[in-house]
C-alpha cells in the first residue's frame, strides 16, 4: 500500500464574509479500495510549487513556476485559494473562490501539471467512445481540448504510459454551478527540469478568454461567481502502477458522482434494433415532398401497410425503430429531423392509417416487434409543419409542454414502447435544465423508455439509456474499411462509473459500399450485432438483412472494471442525493 506520505503545504482556506456559501465539493470520507505493491509517493508544496516524488526518487508531478491557478490576464478574473491534500496515490488540490466585489466575476482557471510523463504516451478518450486509447505526442497532437458536459462524458482525463497511469478528476456540483469545465492538455515548455521529462500541462478553463475571437478555447457556459458568493472545488489527482486498470485513478471521482447523483434510474434492455429510416434528404423531391424511401412505399399516398410490410420483412429483429415516421421537411430541410414527429399522422386518410392495429405502424407489437419511434429535435420546437425556424424548448413554457405532449400523446396511441431523443444536446438545451425536463417525461409518460442522443454525459445517463453513432462517413477520415467503424471496444467509463447502463450502438454500411466497395452481407450484420453486443452495447442496424443470431448486450462491466472495484449488484440502482434541477412547471 502506498505510505509514508510527506506533505508541506500552505492551506488558504477562504473565509467568507457574508453572502451565500456553496456546499464544498469534496470527495466523500467513505474510503475507496487502495492499492497495494505501488511505490511510496511523496508530496510536498513550498509556495506554488507542488511536487510528487516516489520512493525511487523519480518525480512524477512538478508544478515548477507554472502556478496553481490562471487568471489569463484577465483583471476581473477571481483567483482562488488552494489547499494541496495528500493522498496515499496522490492529491487532492481544493480551490475556493471568494468574490469579495459588489459585481459578478469569471472564475481563473485551474491549473495541473507538470505531469512528468514521456513525451508519447496513450490518453484515454473520454470523449464518446468512453476510455478508448489515443496515442498522444508533443510532435504530432500536443493540444488536444474537451469540454464538460458538452463532449466528454466525465470531467476526468488520464494519461498512461507501459509502467504508470496518471488520472485527473474535477469534482464540483454541476447542477448548481451551472457552467462547463474545459480540460486542455498541451506540452509543458522543454527544459524547465533539467534532467525530468518535459511533461503535460492540464488547463482546467473555467470561462472564454476575455477578447477571444478565434473560438479556440470557448466555453459555451462560462463561470461566473455572485457578489459575496464562495465556490469550492477538488480536482483529484491519482496515480497507478496498474497502467491497464487506468480506472483506479477515478475512485474519487466515482464516489463523489454515485454520492450525489445515484446509479443508474431505468431497466436495462439488452435486445437489438432493427433501423428504419423511412427516407432520406436524397428523396425529398416536388413529387415526394416528404422524401420517402420510394414511390411504392409512400404512406402518404398509399398509407402505411407497405411500408409496414417491408419493415417487417428483415427477421429477427425483436425491435424496429423508425425514423422519421411523419416523413420530411421539403422547403426548409434545415430543420429536419422533425419535432412534429407523430402528431401529422391524424392530418390525412392515408396518414391516419398507421393507427391501424391491423396493417399499421401500430399493427407491430400485435406481430411481435417493439415499436420504437424517433423524436427529430427533441429541444427544438416547431409550431407547424415545414417551418422557417424552431425555438428552442423551454420546460416553463405551457405552450411548448403543451405541443411536446401532443407528440407523446400521438406516440403513445401508435404503441410505441421506446423513444429516441433526437439531439437532444447540451448545445441547445443545458443539462442542468435537460435533466429537469426528462425527469418530467418520464414522471408524465413512464410507458415510454426513453434515450438520448448524442452521447449523454455521466449525469444525464443516470436517467436514460443513450445513442452512440458507430459509423465514420467522413472521407478525410476514411483510409481503409475499418477506419468506418467508430469504436473498438465497451464503454469503459460508462462501465465505471453505472453498471447496469445501457447504450444504444449504431451502424449503416454506407460508406463502405461507396467508399471501399464492400457489399452489405448477412455474415457482416450477424458479426456486427454480435461484436458490439459483446463489448455491452445494444446493437442497432440499419439493414434490409435478417438477423440470425440471437444476441443480447453483455454486461461489459464484469469484464472492464477490475473485480475489487466493481459495484454489487444490489447497489446499480443506488439512490443518492438528488441534483437540485430546475423545479417543474407542471403539465
Not at 174 to 198: C, I, N, T, W
Not at 466 to 482: A, K, M, V, Y
Not at 532 to 551: H, K, M, Q, Y
Request: charged share 25%; glycine share 8%; proline share 8%.
Amino acid at each position: 500500500m502506498l505510505r509514508n506520505l510527506l506533505i508541506a503545504t500552505a492551506c488558504c482556506a477562504a473565509v467568507i464574509a457574508g453572502g451565500c456559501t456553496a456546499a464544498p465539493a469534496r470527495p466523500p470520507r467513505r474510503p475507496a479500495p487502495q492499492e497495494r505493491g505501488d511505490r511510496e509517493l511523496r508530496v510536498s508544496r513550498e509556495g506554488d510549487r507542488v511536487r510528487i516524488v516516489d520512493g525511487a526518487g523519480r518525480a512524477l508531478y512538478d508544478q515548477r513556476e507554472l502556478g496553481l491557478s490562471s487568471a489569463r490576464n484577465n483583471r476581473e478574473a477571481v483567483v482562488p485559494a488552494v489547499e494541496v491534500v495528500a493522498r496515499p496515490d496522490g492529491m487532492d488540490l481544493v480551490y475556493t473562490y471568494t468574490n469579495d466585489r459588489s459585481h459578478e466575476r469569471p472564475l481563473a482557471d485551474m491549473r495541473v501539471g507538470a505531469l512528468l510523463m514521456p513525451d508519447s504516451l496513450i490518453m484515454q478518450d473520454a470523449n464518446m467512445r468512453g476510455g478508448e486509447d489515443v496515442r498522444i505526442s508533443h510532435d504530432e497532437r500536443p493540444t488536444i481540448a474537451y469540454t464538460y458536459p458538452s463532449n466528454i462524458y466525465s470531467p476526468v482525463y488520464v494519461l498512461r504510459d507501459d509502467e504508470l497511469a496518471v488520472g485527473v478528476s474535477v469534482m464540483y456540483p454541476l447542477m448548481e454551478y451551472r457552467h462547463d469545465v474545459q480540460f486542455r492538455l498541451a506540452s509543458a515548455k522543454p527544459g524547465l527540469v533539467r534532467g525530468e521529462a518535459r511533461g503535460w500541462v492540464l488547463d482546467l478553463r473555467m470561462s472564454t478568454q476575455e477578447g477571444d475571437t478565434t473560438g479556440k478555447g470557448w466555453v459555451s457556459y462560462p463561470a461566473a461567481i455572485a457578489p459575496g458568493e464562495s465556490r469550492v472545488y477538488t480536482v483529484a489527482v491519482r496515480f497507478t502502477e496498474r497502467p491497464t486498470e487506468w480506472v483506479r485513478t477515478l475512485l474519487p471521482y466515482r464516489e463523489y458522482f454515485r454520492a450525489r447523483y445515484g446509479g443508474v434510474q431505468y431497466d436495462r434492455r439488452d435486445g437489438p434494433i432493427l433501423g428504419y429510416p423511412t427516407g432520406s434528404a436524397q428523396h425529398i423531391t416536388p413529387r415526394n415532398p416528404y422524401g420517402f424511401r420510394s414511390e411504392k412505399l409512400r404512406p402518404d399516398v398509399h398509407g402505411f401497410g407497405p411500408i409496414v410490410e417491408h419493415m417487417l420483412s428483415p427477421k429477427g429483429w425483436p425491435e424496429v425503430m423508425v425514423v422519421k415516421p411523419t416523413g420530411q421537411y421539403f422547403k426548409n430541410q434545415g430543420w429536419n429531423y422533425p419535432f412534429l414527429f407523430a402528431s401529422p399522422l391524424e392530418s390525412t386518410t392515408q396518414f391516419r392509417t398507421a393507427f391501424d392495429r391491423r396493417t399499421g405502424l401500430a399493427s407491430l407489437p400485435s406481430r411481435g416487434k417493439e415499436l420504437a419511434l424517433w423524436w427529430g429535435r427533441a429541444l427544438q420546437v416547431a409550431t407547424e409543419w415545414d417551418p422557417e425556424t424552431c425555438e428552442t424548448l423551454d420546460p416553463g413554457n405551457p405552450d411548448h409542454r403543451a405541443r411536446a405532449r401532443r407528440e407523446l400523446e400521438a406516440a403513445a396511441r401508435l404503441g410505441a414502447t421506446t423513444i429516441g431523443l433526437d439531439a437532444f444536446s447540451h448545445t441547445i438545451l443545458p443539462v442542468w435544465e435537460s435533466y429537469a425536463w426528462l425527469s418530467d417525461l418520464r414522471r408524465e409518460f413512464p410507458q415510454f423508455h426513453f434515450i438520448v442522443e448524442p452521447m449523454a454525459c455521466d449525469v444525464l445517463h443516470t436517467l436514460a439509456p443513450t445513442w452512440l453513432r458507430g459509423w465514420d462517413e467522413d472521407r478525410d477520415h476514411l483510409r481503409s474499411p475499418e477506419d468506418v467503424y467508430r469504436f473498438s471496444g465497451p464503454h469503459r467509463l460508462a462501465d465505471f462509473l453505472l453498471p447496469g447502463h445501457e447504450c444504444i450502438l449504431a451502424m449503416r454500411y454506407q460508406a463502405l459500399r461507396t467508399q471501399f466497395g464492400i457489399p452489405e452481407t448477412q455474415e457482416r450484420v450477424d458479426a456486427d450485432a454480435a461484436r458490439f453486443a459483446s463489448w455491452g452495447f445494444r446493437p442497432e442496424i440499419f439493414t434490409t438483412l435478417d438477423l440470425s443470431r440471437n444476441v443480447r448486450a453483455a454486461r461489459s462491466w464484469l469484464s472492464t472494471v477490475p473485480a475489487d472495484l466493481q459495484i454489487p449488484e444490489r447497489e446499480w440502482r443506488e439512490g443518492a442525493e438528488r441534483p437540485r434541477a430546475e423545479a417543474s412547471a407542471g403539465w
